[in-house]
């Protein structure tokens, strides 16, 4: 398991975000998102998978997630 807060996913807080895998973090910390920031989870599901800040965001994600250790 994995562990980053909000504000390594790009969010706004310091909130501990977990997950086994990519995928799993990522549903957590939308989940997350869409509970404490609403305004923000909305604007990112609007945002089209193609988008250019979406692409850059999940080339960071990608880049974080390996250097993350498991805890």
């Known amino acids: 398991m994995k562990t980053m807060t909000c504000k390594d996913l790009g969010g706004m807080c310091d909130h501990p975000v ?7 973090l990522m549903m957590n910390g939308m989940q997350h998102l869409e509970e ?7 604007s990112v ?3 089209p998978k193609d988008d250019p800040k979406m692409v850059e965001w999940v080339e960071m994600f ?3 997630w390996a250097e993350t250790p498991e805890a």
């Open 45 to 47: 599901k609007a945002m």
């Open 18 to 24: 977990s997950g086994d895998t990519e995928e799993a």
């Open 62 to 64: 990608k880049k974080k």
């Open 36 to 42: 404490a920031h609403p305004e923000m989870a909305a």
